[in-house]
């Protein structure tokens, strides 16, 4: 998006064409050959640009047709191009990955590393050492499973107050007011899960067969290692992981227990059980106060004011119809910010119903945005335009920080307790995260063990990481069943860390906006600026903040929060 906003095309209005697979097919050969045959870097920066494009308009074609899809589950045209993508992405993925196995060997690479920067040679090794022709059928079998998982989660009909009910709609029954509902709520849950117990054993325990003989296959000694490199580690390790997680236990965790205290004082119950965990004010969680037809009017306020521009970023997108912010019939659930390469516009999905969430999942997408805005020119690569997934969502946790002092604008007189909510909700997810993280680590050392032992191995876990939950003698739980409703256990290894350290980034610049809140705009937009052009550390310590892997900040962070929280 350039500041001449009247060359920018409304979402709506942009046309959507099938891409050619036999065009990107000679593209990516004729790339090759000229790679592997130049002797001028010259040569291989024009050869590299051009395919550059037509990935761009590849990936451009897919984002729009996903969207419109997601906008409009029941477009038949959008749904069978959907199908087109998913059979064909693998091929460009594939030919993409000839293209780029031939920079790496070239023979002039000293001087391509010198033109290009070194991040484009580690990232398109790392993607030569997470696959290879030898592992594609057990990949295969792997995401099918995922596929199985999700899909009985998706067909999941729980039966309460009389009508049937997904996961997603029992939430406001878990969070209720009310004691005996919210009870019922969570025995309603934890039934629907004991009664999938069988089945969800069965395909994790499958999974976690299958991704060991993968890392094998691959050379790795066990899963542990091959998860690190699918989600591009650079600058850690399992030890700089185990320590964190460690700080967490230790400097985290007593508050969690405060939070806890408190919580029972507030609601006034003798003893707080599990099913009263996510019911934090006797009076049920803020919510926004406006309507959401003046969502779009006051985040664009709110987005001027925080960065001194007018129209905001967040005005111009959603003038331009690259925003979305309402439930509705036949729309994708959840949130998301997508890019589209060739016009370098974030697109920003999400369904709002007048809950708490509303405000902060349109900021953090929102964050997402900006950082897309931000970054365009930071790469000629589009691999490299966004960083890996721990920094990106540094980018959207830190803008939920930074919109602090806003949030009159949205909950009027309930600000306050909506930023003690989500202050606390941040900080009470940091033990919760390290105990999915830390599961993952026994689990795939120990491959052999029965589900039986796995239950078991959560359910010490949890004691370590979340030490107040009392499961009022619901066996699911108390066995160690709480680990089978975290998808990302399932469908994502090892991606759960990710937002503990986010996280702890984000709280640093949340801490320094207290005291200087142009130094952490400053900081923040030098993050968005950098994109992916470093691994996280360099792009966290290049900004101005310290590594969250450092005991200090822990201890800096919880003092802090405490102070802030009142603990
Ligand atoms: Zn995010």
């Known amino acids: 998006m350039s500041d001449d906003n009247m060359k920018m095309p409304k979402f709506s209005e942009i046309e959507y064409k099938r891409p050619s697979v036999e065009h990107f097919r000679e593209c990516a050969m004729s790339t090759r050959l000229k790679l592997m045959t130049a002797r001028d870097p010259e040569v291989v920066e024009s050869a590299i640009m051009a395919f550059q494009r037509e990935m761009s308009a590849f990936d ?13 589950t029941s477009d038949e045209f959008f749904n069978s191009e959907m199908d087109f993508f998913e059979e064909n992405y693998p091929v460009i993925s594939d030919l993409s990955a000839g293209v780029y196995t031939a920079l790496l060997h070239s023979e002039i690479r000293p001087q391509l590393e010198e033109k290009f920067g070194t991040m484009i040679f580690r990232k398109t090794q790392n993607q030569r050492d997470i696959v290879s022709s030898e592992v594609l059928d057990l990949l295969a079998e792997e995401s099918s499973l995922e596929n199985d998982y999700s899909q009985i989660l998706s067909e999941a009909d729980i039966l309460f107050k009389g009508s049937h009910n997904t996961i997603s709609t029992m939430t406001p029954f878990l969070e209720s007011t009310n ?10 849950v934890s039934d629907y899960y004991a009664a999938q117990k069988p089945k969800f054993d069965e395909i994790y325990d499958k999974m976690v067969k299958i991704r060991t003989e993968i890392a094998h296959k691959l050379g790795y000694k066990d899963f542990v290692e091959l998860g690190y490199k ?5 600058d850690y390790n399992e030890e700089m992981v185990k320590e964190f997680r460690d700080n ?36 049920g969680n803020p919510v926004p106060v406006i309507p959401q037809s003046e969502y779009f009017e006051t985040g664009s306020k709110m987005f001027a004011q925080m960065f001194d521009k007018e129209p905001s970023f967040f005005q111009v997108l959603g003038e331009h119809d690259f925003m979305d912010l309402f439930s509705r019939q036949n729309k994708s659930t959840g949130g998301y910010c997508a890019s589209l390469l060739d016009y370098g516009i974030p697109f920003v999905l999400m369904n709002a119903n007048s809950t708490s969430d509303d405000v902060a999942t349109m900021v953090h997408e929102s964050g997402h945005a900006y950082a897309a805005l931000r970054s ?5 690569f589009i691999e490299c335009l966004s960083p890996t997934l721990e920094a990106c969502e540094i980018h959207s946790t830190a803008m939920e920080y930074l919109s602090y002092p806003y949030m009159e604008m949205f909950f009027k007189e309930h600000a306050d307790a909506y930023r003690e909510q989500h202050m606390t909700l941040a900080l009470l997810f940091l033990p919760y995260g390290c105990l999915v993280d830390e599961y993952q680590h026994v689990v795939y050392k120990n491959p052999d063990m029965t589900p039986e032992e796995r239950h078991a191995a959560w359910r010490e876990l949890e004691k370590k990481y979340q030490p107040d939950i009392d499961y009022d003698g619901d066996e699911f739980y108390n066995k ?22 986010a996280q702890v980034c984000a709280l640093q610049i949340w801490d320094i906006s207290r005291k200087n809140r142009k130094k952490a705009m400053s900081i923040y937009d030098h993050l968005c600026t950098e ?22 900040v822990m201890k800096k962070i919880a003092y802090q929060v405490c102070d802030y929280l009142n603990l």
């Not at 089978?484 to 090892?494: A, Y």
């Not at 996280?536 to 101005?544: K, N, P, Q, R, T």
Request: one cysteine or more.
């Open 531 to 552: 994109g992916g052009t470093k691994t996280l550390i360099d792009l966290v310590e290049g900004a101005g903040l310290e590594s969250p892997f450092s005991l200090d």
């Open 480 to 501: 160690g069943g709480a680990w089978m409703k975290k998808e990302h256990i399932f469908t994502s290894p090892f991606y759960y860390i990710d937002y503990c350290l």
């Open 230 to 234: 699918r989600m591009e580690r650079y």
């Open 60 to 72: 451009t074609a897919f984002t729009i047709c996903m969207i419109r899809h997601d906008l409009d």
């Open 248 to 283: 967490v236990v230790k400097y985290i965790v007593p508050l969690t227990s405060e939070i806890r205290r408190l919580q029972k004082n507030r609601l006034e119950v003798d003893h707080l059980y599990y099913y009263d965990l996510p019911c934090l004010f006797v009076h």
């Open 376 to 380: 365009i020119d930071s790469s000629q």
């Open 179 to 188: 004691r005996a509902e919210r009870k019922k709520a969570h025995r309603a």
